[in-house]
Nanobody
Framework: QIQLVESGGGLVQPGGSLRLSCAASGFALDYYAVGWFRQAPGKEREGVSFVTRGAGSTSYADSVKGRFTISRDNAKNTVYLQMNSLKPEDTAVYYC?????????????????WGRGTQVTVSS
């Protein structure tokens, strides 16, 4: 059974950091591309970051470029999203998703399986 479980969310002050994890079970994560998405209240889900399968090249939304870093540890079957210099506008539920064939990495239509999400709140 394919499962993706996000963790690491929480409440953090502006300028702070969090590291999100996306742990996979039931399959080998390194065969899949992985995307991180987020959805704020009243807004559409948006792509945040993406890593290709295997060694993994990466891409980022402009809004997080230079602040967020995606990485994968295939031995641990886990993908991470390191988030630094957090801003209140980063507040959202963050989801990880996997896809075998991802054309547009920032489109949620390209992904096959999703986790349930983890809440990130940036507030003073």
């Amino acid at each position: 059974q394919i499962q993706l479980v996000e963790s690491g969310g929480g409440l953090v002050q502006p300028g702070g950091s969090l590291r999100l994890s996306c742990a996979a079970s039931g399959f080998a994560l390194d065969y899949y591309a992985v995307g991180w998405f987020r959805q704020a209240p009243g807004k559409e889900r948006e792509g945040v970051s993406f890593v290709t399968r295997g060694a993994g090249s990466t891409s980022y939304a402009d809004s997080v470029k230079g602040r967020f870093t995606i990485s994968r540890d295939n031995a641990k079957n886990t993908v991470y999203l390191q988030m630094n210099s957090l801003k209140p506008e980063d507040t959202a539920v963050y989801y990880c998703a996997i896809g075998l064939r991802v054309g547009d990495p920032m489109s949620d239509l390209e992904y096959d399986y999703w986790g349930r999400g983890t809440q990130v709140t940036v507030s003073s």
